[in-house]
């Protein structure tokens, strides 16, 4: 039997890498850069007033107070946006919004509330240093200043710094393509009502869901016969089009066999059975020409959600251009006891609570009475991680508890 840590060594080694696409900086949230944006202009382009106020001369307002007000004469105003030069002359003051480019000599602005608010004439109450409330050209970005690096991945500030560095678009590598398979003959689209021996698909559902909160661009496969001819058409199709395929029906038996004998056109398969719970009994492999990584899961929705937590979720994290392609972990002290397969790293569904007294972490197990539930998993919003020596662990021990936030 694999352990969990080798089957995911193997996943992760087969980690996808898309080839870069242009795309609108609106698109490019969260993914991986795969150029080097190098600025050719300064940000700001030119010196402008931080806050709407009055652009002067610091050295004509210095030593203004309440009590000993410096008062000059304002001869113009410049809203944002002006493209018309203005020359601003010893012991003058010109109205400027905030945005708007200084006057020629004015190397400072004081704030409308350090002022009487004149038109006309000014009071200054209060005088402001060299370069106060002023934005200078190039103090942010200069010329040449690397915006975004490559491999770096794109989060707001990131878009922000392209926008001012007036790229509309950039190389970037796009989202995984998820490709969900169901195969069984006793399925039935949702909108069917489920005749006898009939189930509705709700594992391609669950699995389209899981990977699109991954981060990956998904597509959802029509329901596939148990037979082999009838798979093999349905991976022909969808290889083309995918950076990684999940295909959910049985991993045994002779609907297994099927399966099996379905991808043995297209690649190798490895069917093993891995040291954990749920989800003992799966399958893995790279088909076709492009080597797309392909998992195979057994149907039943909650187990095959626990199998894409563990294996394809950090996969496609991984290729996003996360370092850290796992989920956030903590230790917190069950409300109530858990049991755990001998030799087999425990995947149980918890409740992340906060004691107040304390501030510590809580979590109560659930679905304790079955790992297929799904109505449990919905409760959910953590991983009780049970290590493969850990049988038993009573009220008050301390467990490693895998964070799922909420979308």
């Known amino acids: 039997m694999r352990s969990v840590d080798e089957q995911l060594e193997r996943v992760l080694g087969a980690a996808v890498r898309p080839a870069p696409v242009r795309l ?11 150029e080097e944006v190098v600025t050719s202009r300064p940000v700001p382009g030119f010196d402008m007033a931080e806050i709407d106020g009055y652009a002067v001369r610091s050295i004509d307002v210095m030593g203004a107070t309440a009590d000993a007000p410096v008062s000059i004469p304002v001869v113009g105003e410049i809203p944002a946006g002006s493209r018309q030069p203005l ?8 109205r400027v919004a905030a945005g708007a480019p200084l006057p020629t000599l004015a190397d400072a602005v004081v704030p409308v509330g350090h002022t009487d ?21 190039g103090e942010d970005v ?18 922000a710094l392209l926008a001012a560095a007036g790229r509309d678009k950039v190389l970037m590598y ?3 393509r998820v490709s969900v398979i169901s195969v069984g003959d006793e399925l039935v689209e949702l909108a069917r009502t489920p005749g006898a021996g009939q189930i509705a698909d709700v594992c391609s559902h669950a699995l389209t869901a899981a990977a699109r909160d991954a981060g990956a661009d998904t597509s959802r496969a029509a329901l596939v ?3 082999a001819r009838e798979v093999g058409a ?6 083309p089009f995918s950076d990684v395929i999940v295909v959910c029906g049985s991993v045994g038996g002779r609907a297994g066999s099927e399966i099996r004998a379905a991808l043995a056109g297209h690649g190798e398969l490895d069917t093993t059975r891995v040291a954990m719970h749920p989800g003992s009994t799966q399958g893995f492999g790279r088909f076709g020409a492009d080597a797309v990584p392909t998992f195979v899961f057994p149907s039943h929705p909650a187990t095959a959600l626990v199998l894409f937590e563990i294996l394809v979720r950090p996969l496609l994290r991984l290729s996003l251009g996360r370092t850290d392609p796992h989920r956030r972990t903590m230790t917190a002290r069950l409300t109530s006891p858990v049991s755990s397969i001998e030799g087999r790293r425990g995947f149980l569904r918890g409740r992340l609570l ?12 659930l679905g304790t009475s079955g790992t297929h539930l799904l109505s449990s998993l919905a409760d959910a919003n953590g991983l009780i991680v049970l290590p493969e020596d850990l049988t038993e662990a009573t009220v008050d021990e301390p467990v490693t508890v895998a964070f799922l936030p909420a979308p």
């Not at 609108?24 to 795969?34: D, F, K, P, V």
């Not at 906060?354 to 197990?365: I, K, N």
């Open 225 to 227: 016969r148990g037979d």
């Open 174 to 176: 796009p989202k995984p």
């Open 24 to 34: 609108s900086i609106s698109e490019a949230y969260g993914l991986r850069c795969a």
């Open 87 to 94: 020359r601003l002359q010893p012991g003058q003051a010109v």
């Open 354 to 365: 906060r004691e107040q007294s304390t501030g510590d972490y809580l979590v109560q197990p």
């Open 142 to 159: 200069q010329p040449g200043d690397v915006a975004v690096r490559r491999d770096a991945v794109v989060g707001v500030a990131q878009i």
């Open 234 to 239: 349905a991976l022909a199709d969808r290889l």
């Open 117 to 137: 608010g004149g038109a006309a004439r000014l009071s200054v109450h209060r005088g402001v240093p060299s370069a106060g409330y002023v934005r200078r050209a």
